[in-house]
């Protein structure tokens, strides 16, 4: 038979998390030119004493092209590295919704943690003639 049993107690908080991580980062002081190269500084908050690498990459919005970034290896035990970005002089001009990703592993599965990233690009002025 089923029974219910009550057991007086204190209130419990339980905090759920999707991942041992925040991502911290600074927006871009301005628009980026065409043929323009930028470093952003990407800062891990590690939770929960998570110590483990981290894997961060530029992940373009639909539409968007000529900007690119190779991925970044926070090592163990570091928080912060620079994702170098790229602006190829076809980079399309406008504003675009980018995301920052941080890719890890806990308990042998992978985690992803995405932060928006707004990159505006401006057309490279033209070259004066003489």
Do not use: C, W
Not at 39 to 46: A, G, K, M, Q, S
Not at 90 to 105: C, N
């Amino acid at each position: 038979r089923n029974r219910n049993v009550i057991f007086p107690s204190s209130p419990v908080t339980v905090r759920i998390i999707s991942a041992p991580i925040r991502l911290k980062l600074a927006p871009l002081a301005k628009p980026l030119m065409q043929g323009e190269k930028t470093e952003v500084p990407v800062t891990v908050e590690r939770l929960l004493n998570y110590s483990d690498g981290v894997t961060i990459s530029l992940v373009a919005p639909r539409g968007a092209g000529g900007i690119s970034a190779s991925n970044v290896n926070i090592a163990k035990g570091k928080n912060t590295e620079p994702l170098k970005i790229n602006l190829a002089n076809s980079a399309q001009v406008g504003k675009y919704d980018y995301k920052i990703r941080a890719t890890l592993r806990l308990n042998n599965q992978t985690l992803t943690v995405e932060h928006p990233f707004p990159i505006e690009v401006q057309a490279k002025p033209a070259a004066k003639k003489k």
